[in-house]
């Protein structure tokens, strides 16, 4: 079945750093990809989408682009802020149905 | 204001109580989700639906129940036979595309249910 794979956390960072979160993929098919966000005691947010390869996700500083050659969707933001501090879930959609990774926790710090 | 509700936000219930947890969507999406949050975990499908009344296990259905009498309601049953109930509940949906595709899901705030 399908599956993702992220990087396992937490990551600590300073304000200004630079962020990457590591996502592979194992999938049937032509799945579309996402990076959700999720802040202490809230839902998800979906923060970026690619639904093809090559395809490149941004929003809100952050970037990912579909690599089918490299089956991943990595998570980058080049300079960090204390607001980014969050729980960040990659996922694939095939069809339906919606395989998370388990979440990387991220704090920036002042 | 299109969005996904969940109510209550917190939800206390004694061991052997059934409890239910409302969903509710004024985005017109036809396909609705139930998942399941533990920490450090990612989520996991209990329940889904994709028309109004029908509906389809997931990856974790045991002990639970819903109902889709409605498009935009998809309550979740949480029975005494679910084994540990404890977590955070979300709701989901999503809109329907071409074929068996679906566009991305949207989720609501969540339910923590915690069994005393």
């Known amino acids: 079945g399908d599956s993702v794979t992220q990087m396992e956390g937490p990551v600590t960072l300073s304000e200004e750093a630079f962020l990457t979160i590591n996502c592979t993929y194992t999938a049937t098919g032509y799945p579309s990809l996402f990076w959700y966000v999720q802040y202490p005691g809230e839902g998800l947010q979906l923060l970026l989408k690619?639904?093809?390869?090559?395809d490149k996700g941004s929003n809100k500083g952050f970037e990912a682009t579909y690599r089918k050659e490299t089956t991943s969707f990595h998570l980058e933001k080049g300079s960090v802020q204390v607001s980014d501090s969050a729980v960040y879930f990659c996922?694939?959609?095939?069809?339906?149905?919606?395989?998370f990774g388990a979440g990387t926790t991220v704090t920036v710090r002042a | 204001d299109g969005g996904i509700t969940q109510s209550p936000k917190y939800l206390f219930r004694k061991e052997g109580q059934n409890v239910t947890l409302s969903c509710e969507q004024n985005?017109?999406?036809?396909?609705m989700y139930w998942y399941r949050q533990d920490p450090g975990q990612g989520l996991r499908l209990i329940y889904y639906?994709?028309?109004?009344?029908?509906?389809q296990k997931g990856d974790i259905a045991e002990g639970y129940s819903v109902s889709r009498e409605k498009k935009e309601s998809f309550p979740l049953t949480v029975t005494s036979a679910q084994k540990n109930p404890t977590a955070f509940y979300l709701c989901a949906s999503s809109m329907r595309l071409a074929g068996l595709a679906y566009n991305e899901q949207f989720f609501g705030p969540g339910t923590r249910l915690t069994v005393l």
């Open positions: 996922a694939l959609l095939n069809d339906y149905k919606l395989s």
């Open positions: 985005l017109n999406h036809d396909a």
């Open positions: 639906s994709q028309i109004v009344n029908d509906f």
């Open positions: 690619a639904t093809k390869a090559d």
